[in-house]
Every structure is written in C-alpha cells, then in structure tokens.
C-alpha cells in the first residue's frame, strides 16, 4: 500500500479567474486531486493603463478570502498563490499583494512570462 503525502494547495491569481488546486503528491510522479475551486473574479476587468481597479481588486479579494479559508479547512502542508499576466503587468499589483496577505496571511508570488 501507498502511503499518502501531505496535502498541498496551488491557488492561481490569473487576469479571469482565480482557481484553486487542492492535491495529494502519491508519488514522485503522480498526485490525486482533494479539492477544486473557480472563481470568475476578473481581476483584470477595466484595467486603465495597466492599473488593476477598485472592484477587480475587491472581486480578487474576495475569490482569495474564500480560497484561504477552503485551504485552511484542508489541513495543509503549503499553499502556493501564484499571479499571471494582469499581476505582473499592473502598477498596483504589489499593493493588491500586500492587502492579499493583510487579509489572507498568503503571499501571491509573481509568475514570469516563461513559468
């Protein structure tokens, strides 16, 4: 019998949506999906001169408030928050990333184009 790894979440802070990933690694190949949420948070709605808005940052805070709580209602080992494009192109997405961790206690890290 396999023995079950700890179990890890990924939460992806995209332009559209924000998604979360809850898994167990099985092995060091294979993994088993615990838990899958989408939120249609359109962060990147609006977007004027790149600058994220008030309500796409409201939307992003909330989907990210609901995620925090599903992952911490698992028991996890680590959760990893990733941002994609409209992160890293906004002006203010190192405010938006301080007011995630105020209110969630996660740190969203910057994806580059090539990751």
Not at 3 to 31: C, K
Request: hydrophobic share 50%; net charge negative; with cysteine.
């Amino acid at each position: 019998m396999m023995s079950e790894g700890p179990l890890v979440a990924v939460i992806d802070v995209g332009s559209n949506s924000v998604r979360l990933l809850v898994a167990r690694q099985l092995t060091a190949t294979a993994f088993e999906v615990v838990d899958e949420e989408r939120f249609a948070a359109r962060i990147g709605q609006g977007q004027v001169d790149g600058f994220l808005t008030d309500e796409g940052v409201e939307r992003g805070l909330r989907a990210l408030r609901i995620c925090a709580q599903v992952a911490a209602g698992h028991g996890l080992a680590e959760t990893v928050a990733v941002g994609t494009e409209a992160l890293r192109r906004a002006p203010n997405a190192a405010a938006f990333c301080a007011s995630v961790f105020r209110e969630t206690g996660l740190r969203v890290r910057m994806l580059t184009a090539d990751e």
